[in-house]
């Protein structure tokens, strides 16, 4: 069990650029989800995959956003046209749906800037 | 709609010293409620959860919480603070009954452990 990964762990881009992140989860867990944290600021849901199946998607996530999880494996999340209040920290958690097993875990997060 | 406060920003404690960090929490159903702590630019690390049974839950490093329904609360406690425990702490929330299990976070409590 190597934990959750994601790269990369910095990213600085102008703004109006294209940007992906990828998120390698636990290996048998089948739920994946995608928070920002912004500095000073608890972490906030964005969406989530149930194996490749995206179930939800929060209105913070605007259609510059767009998340894939093409085998039930990975995940990357790409933001669009970047703007600086893109500016934040995306943090992966994977999860094992049933075993009596609740909790999330994150990996080290994607520290976006856009300048 | 499920909801978390931390009504504390700042805690500060001396070595060796209890510790409490506050925590209330808002959710339609019996809630999941759990203990998260962050390490200057690392991702969450989980500490412990409530999930059902006992109300006072022990988890990693000493660290324990109890939920008081009545109260709405879920307080982590360490009995003697160490130096190392400096870091920020987050509650959070799930509501078994909504789809997914998607966190609820709270906006963090920074504590400093003086020596």
């Known amino acids: 069990d190597t934990g959750v990964s994601q790269d990369p762990r910095h990213k600085i881009t102008k703004r109006g650029q294209n940007v992906t992140f990828r998120c390698d989860p636990i290996?048998?867990?089948?739920?994946l989800y995608w928070y920002r944290q912004t500095l000073g600021q608890g972490p906030e849901f964005l969406t989530y995959f149930q194996n490749e199946a995206q179930l939800e998607k929060s209105r913070l996530l605007s259609d510059r956003f767009s998340a894939e999880r093409p085998k039930g494996s990975f995940s990357t999340l790409e933001i669009q046209r970047t703007e600086q209040g893109d500016s934040a920290m995306y943090l992966c958690?994977?999860?094992?749906?049933?075993?009596?097993?609740?909790?999330?875990?994150f990996g080290p997060g994607t520290r976006l800037t856009v300048t | 709609a499920q909801s978390v406060a931390q009504p504390e920003d700042q805690v500060n404690v001396a070595e060796g010293n209890p510790l409490t960090v506050k925590c209330t929490y808002s959710?339609?159903?019996?809630?999941?409620l759990f203990w998260y702590v962050q390490y200057p630019n690392r991702g969450l690390q989980f500490l412990l959860k409530?999930?059902?049974?006992?109300?006072l839950v022990k988890g990693s490093y000493g660290f324990e919480a109890e939920f008081n329904k009545s109260q709405t609360s879920f307080h982590l406690k360490k009995p003697s603070a160490l130096v190392s425990d400096s870091a920020l702490y987050f509650c959070?929330?799930?509501?078994?009954?909504?789809?997914?299990?998607?966190?609820?976070f709270g906006g963090g409590t920074r504590v400093l452990v003086k020596p």
């Open positions: 959710v339609s159903g019996n809630p999941y």
């Open positions: 409530y999930i059902t049974g006992d109300n």
């Open positions: 959070a929330v799930r509501d078994p009954k909504a789809a997914g299990n998607k966190l609820t």
């Open positions: 958690a994977s999860s094992l749906v049933g075993g009596g097993i609740y909790e999330q875990y």
């Open positions: 290996s048998e867990h089948n739920r």
